[in-house]
């Protein structure tokens, strides 16, 4: 069984932090690693992509992916409120799998 | 801009009731598909469609039929509820035609539906 696993928190991280959120999967031949941030009630949007090893930075977001440790990660510089959510990592191997979410919750 | 529109946005049925579920995408893109999302399982595929004319079943499609009615729509049914049923329903689209490409998708706002 294909698995996409990752801490479904909740993480508080204090504003002006960075949040670290993880991911790991068990599908080697994995091939393309998304970020989604969903609010309470709303539908998931994109927040980072990436597809090789290394990072990839998109203003405040840094993706991180290892794919000989199989994990890919999501750093949030300088938290901000509006970054509480939960982060929905998903991996697109033979198919797609989305992990079921970290909590996130950033103190004022 | 519309992006991904589904309705509606809300539904309560009786468990044997059947109902279609609509999403529409404005983007011209190529690939459509439909998401469950359930308390503390995160999201599962259904049904994909990866051009006009083709689908092919996802991770959980038993109990639910689609059709791809031209490029820009992609409906759901569900034939005979039943109260497994219950869950929150997003379509999504990308823009390349291959499934396992590494186009990103764009999600509509979702179909909260309860089978009673």
């Known amino acids: 069984q294909k698995e996409v696993e990752q801490n479904s928190g909740p993480l508080s991280v204090p504003e002006g932090a960075i949040a670290s959120l993880n991911c790991t999967y068990s599908?080697?031949?994995?091939?393309?690693f998304f970020w989604y941030r969903q609010y309470s009630g709303k539908s998931p949007e994109l927040i980072m992509f990436?597809?090789?090893?290394g990072d990839k930075e998109d203003g405040r977001f840094t993706a991180q992916l290892n794919k000989a440790s199989q994990y890919v990660s999501l750093l949030i510089r300088d938290s901000q409120p509006s970054d509480s959510a939960t982060y929905l990592c998903?991996?697109?191997?033979?198919?797609?799998?989305f992990g079921k979410g970290t909590r996130l919750h950033i103190l004022p | 801009n519309a992006g991904v529109t589904q309705t509606p946005k809300f539904q309560v049925l009786k468990t044997g009731q059947s109902m279609t579920l609509q999403c529409a995408q404005d983007?011209?893109?190529?690939?459509m598909y439909w998401y469950r999302q359930d308390p503390g399982m995160g999201l599962r595929l259904i049904y994909y469609?990866?051009?006009?004319?083709?689908?092919d079943k996802g991770e959980v499609p038993n109990g639910y039929n689609v059709s791809r009615l031209n490029k820009r729509e992609f409906s759901l049914r569900l034939e005979s509820a039943a109260p497994s049923q219950t869950s929150v329903y997003f379509c999504?689209?990308?823009?390349?035609?291959?499934?396992?490409?590494?186009?990103?998708?764009?999600f509509g706002d979702g179909t909260r539906l309860s089978i009673l």
């Open positions: 983007m011209n893109h190529n690939s």
């Open positions: 469609s990866a051009s006009e004319g083709t689908t």
């Open positions: 998903a991996v697109i191997g033979d198919k797609i799998i």
């Open positions: 999504a689209s990308s823009s390349k035609s291959d499934f396992y490409s590494n186009q990103p998708q764009h």
């Open positions: 599908d080697r031949g994995s091939q393309s």
């Open positions: 990436i597809y090789s090893n």
